[in-house]
């Protein structure tokens, strides 16, 4: 099973990280699920693939009543954000998923009905939490071409999706950045491979560096917190990415 | 609709049901391990006013021991079937998956039904009987670890109102006796009643 982490806690508006399962196979990359409540009510952040879904869904529970969740954040639309989508609209059918406009007719392979999704502009949207406002925040083309962020102002909080990934080599998955210099080498070519555009690159940098953000959270990999968000948007902001061998 | 799909149809909705039951029963033991925390706080404090009663509430004493160590198999308890409840929400899940599986494998053996594509249905069915009989006997296994711990209440009630009816033997100390026994009496029956409820789920008596 995998095991909940409270990352930031205010009363009831939470933050909880799901994330690594000693008993998932070395095969399935590993993925961070995230948590967000307010109120009486949940957000699930990229709920990960079908295969996960057993072992997302009881750590879930053991923290928080999985029937009160008022809906899904879908990133983008690659199998490990959200091909347990069914799985999770079987138990709460009349959960809405948010997710770009982009994908709108390609997610629901995974899933769903008509009623399900609801898609968000390239600009961005609010997404009311029980009166909690979160924002999702434009990040096309890193790596999908329809992808969103979602920031929590109250928290400081960003959940960066595929950006600030790094796949961690089996024994170090502490679940934040305690080294940066050490840390990055593992989020290095995931970035070049992954993400396609230096131009959107440079403009999310611009973008997020004008937040106040204390945590910065992949969904796959480590948590950066304090100066090792800047630290990090440096980082991404020198790189080349787009870059392929072949 | 086909009857196979109007069946395999109906079991996913039960399962879907059956995964909303236990984690309202998940809910309510999480609730009820909240509230058996507190009784362990409470029988430290019953033994401190016995200590400091001394020989003017022995049977108290007696009685708030009792307390304590009914107090810690309350907690080990609360702890396996914390341990239980995990198991059956995560095999309900895997459950709620199989069903998936089967009904898109049986439209495509509807479709086309090739030699091959009814294997790989049959192994599949052969893999859901094992996670149903495996979620079967989790369901009796939590269904046991719960009447034991109702069990257990009942027997924490008798020594809440045994302590009760001693504390009027305290003397000086005969009110605040009174009271660490009373408020260990509502909680234990707090619990006894959360236990009942959870023993009556459809959960296990599948209607
Ligand atoms: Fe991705
Ligand atoms: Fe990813």
Redesign the pocket.
Known sequence: MKTTKTIFQDGNHKWVAIVRDPEKPNFLIDTNEYLVTHGGQGLLLDPGGAEIFPAVFSALSAEFDPSTLAGIFAS?Q?P??CSSLALWLEFNPQMPCYVSWLWGGFIPHFGGSAKTFVTIPDEGADISLDGLILRAVPAHYL??SGNFNLYDKIAKVLFSG?VGAALLPPGQDGLFVENFDAHIRHAEGFHKRWMGSNEAKRRWCERVSQMDIDMLCPQHGAIYQGADVQRFINWFDELQVGIVAA | MTTALTTISATASKAGVDLLRIVRINEEIKSVVGVAFKINIMALNAIFLAKRAGTAARGFGVLSNELRVFSQDLRNCMSSLTGLIHGCVNEVSLVLQDIRHTRLLRQAVEMAPTARICQVLAAREIENDRHSVRLASLRKQLKRALEDAFQMVELGGVLAKSAKIEAAYGQSFAVPLAQVSGEFDAIVEEIRSSLEALRRSAFFTGK
Do not use: F, R
């Open positions: 983008h690659d490990d954000i790596h999908s595929d």
